[in-house]
């Protein structure tokens, strides 16, 4: 039985194929990011890999350079939604490139010719690449649907959901220009911008093949770029983003109940940043709340800058994973009485947990932050973990004091 290592940071997508390569009498085994990836081939020696290559910790590029010096090299199968990785993932190696959404069939027949001959047939890559491209066309035509349907109903003049989410993300983050984009014919609009350069301003339009968000709309998937200047795939080295200056780049669609992708929210800076996969998480959330919010007018955060009760656990999540990282963090969870506007934080969630309370969900270097002085006597509770060095413990005890 031949075993696939699944290199993917997406719990999701790692839960189906896992599910339908076993129907196909394939074992699987599965990593969450390169690194572990890597590790995985050591211990495992897969007969073939497939990996994905946009994931936060070690993209598919740098995990191809890398296995390439194993002494026992598996196959690897690349996939992504970006079309700009093709060629660089096949120099380094790769036997096949796969466009995201995969063919379940495409996808286990290419993995048995990866295993039988470590090679895959061009006709059918090039069958997929048609197909990939046939679908894309029917994705845009649904976004254009969804995005005059959201016209007419005059949704897309109301911004201020938008705008708080555009001011919320790099307080949050602690650098940086966060951009909300939407589709517009054959061009984007910029919704909402916080922290924007001079050359970028609400209701400023271009073309969408100029900027990042036309690839993270195209894929419908996370683009996470940390150098696009000097970027492997030259495609990602000459957009609008990099003449303003920007040396760092995150986008995640705005994807819509349906599925039609109708914009981005994006972080740019001038200098480059470490993005982990919790900080990507968080981005992700934020996109789909946005979507909902112009979908729906049902918006993750409040003119507070509280989050409804329902992003509590993502949150929760997420400190507990960046205070875990080595070196050490703290975590900080404070519940009081909901009170007027906060003062924002670097790594800063504030939730409206029902019942007259809130929580101050905060991850960072031990000592550099506290509850604000307005709180005063009115703290229901407080938890502060000064290390983490098991994650599960931790988040098990923060679910404790919020239950």
Not at 88 to 115: H, I, N, Q, Y
Not at 119 to 134: G, I, K, N, R, T
Not at 180 to 189: F, S
């Amino acid at each position: 039985m031949a075993l696939v290592l699944i290199v993917d940071d997406s719990e999701d997508l790692q839960e189906t194929l896992q599910m339908v390569l076993a129907d196909e009498g394939f074992e699987v085994a599965g990593a969450l990011d390169g690194q572990r990836g890597l590790q995985l081939v050591r211990e495992l020696h897969p007969d073939v890999v497939l990996l994905d290559m946009m994931m936060p910790e070690m993209d598919g590029l740098e995990f191809l350079s890398r296995v390439g010096s194993e002494p026992s090299r598996p196959p690897v199968v690349a996939n992504s939604g970006f079309d700009a990785y093709r060629d660089e993932a096949l120099r380094r190696g790769a036997v096949g490139f796969l466009r995201k959404p995969l063919s379940m069939e495409t996808l286990v027949r290419v993995l048995r010719s990866a295993v039988e001959e470590h090679a895959v047939p061009a006709a059918v890559l090039a069958q997929d690449a048609a197909s990939a491209e046939q679908e894309r066309r029917r994705a845009l035509e649904e976004s254009y649907r969804a995005v005059a349907q959201l016209d007419e109903r005059g949704v897309l003049n109301s911004r201020e959901g938008l705008r708080r989410i555009a001011r919320w993300l790099p307080a949050y983050f602690g650098f940086g220009t966060c951009l909300v984009h939407i589709l517009r014919d054959k061009d984007v609009c910029i919704a909402a911008v916080h922290n924007g350069p001079a050359q970028f301003y609400e209701g400023l339009q271009y073309p969408r093949d100029t900027v990042y968000c036309d690839d993270v709309m195209t894929a419908g998937s996370t683009l996470v770029l940390t150098d696009p200047e000097h970027h492997p795939a030259e495609h990602f080295s000459h957009h609008i983003e990099i003449a303003a200056g920007y040396r760092f780049y995150v986008g995640t669609p705005l994807t819509l109940s349906g599925g039609a992708v109708l914009g981005t929210l994006c972080l740019g800076d001038t200098i480059a940043h470490e993005f982990h996969t919790e900080d990507m998480r968080v981005l992700q959330l934020l996109g789909r709340g946005a979507a909902r919010g112009l979908e729906l007018d049902s918006w993750p955060l409040d003119e507070y800058g509280f989050f409804e009760s329902g992003y509590c656990q993502p949150f929760v999540d997420a400190i507990v994973e960046r205070a875990a990282r080595p070196g050490g963090a703290g975590v900080v969870l404070t519940i009081a009485p909901p009170c007027g506007p906060l003062p924002q934080a670097k790594g800063l969630a504030v939730v409206r947990l029902g019942e007259g309370r809130m929580a101050l969900l905060w991850s960072g270097k031990p000592g550099t932050w506290s509850p604000p002085e307005a709180l005063g006597q009115r703290v229901l509770g407080r938890f502060e973990l000064s290390e983490v060095r098991d994650g599960k413990a931790a988040r098990a005890r923060v679910q404790a004091i919020l239950s």
